[in-house]
């Protein structure tokens, strides 16, 4: 669930639940439209709430350095953030 895979999946499914919830416009509907924030909320942030139940951290940054994953710094594939240098003329 830490790897850019299980992120993904994690925002897809919450997502899902969130306008398939939406989309029945009951109070059940409602309450899967608000446990589907969770899934989407916890992908977007790197959080895995079940590591702590395994052992590992709640970052999945912690998780995947301490499984020895590569480090994924951004969601999409092949887009990972550059520090950008300052420099005064």
């Known amino acids: 669930m830490a790897s850019r895979t299980g992120r993904w999946l994690r925002i897809v499914t919450g997502s899902c639940m969130v306008l398939g919830g939406l989309r ?11 446990l589907g924030l969770g899934p989407v909320v916890t992908g977007l942030l790197d959080v895995v709430p079940l ?3 395994f052992g590992f951290s709640l970052r999945g940054e912690d998780i995947r350095r301490e499984l020895g994953l590569p480090r994924e710094a951004s969601l ?7 520090p950008q240098s ?3 003329h």
């Open 24 to 34: 029945a416009g009951s109070s059940r509907g409602t309450a899967v439209a608000l």
């Open 51 to 53: 590591g702590p139940l």
């Open 76 to 82: 999409l594939n092949g887009h990972h953030r550059r």
């Open 86 to 88: 300052v420099t005064l």
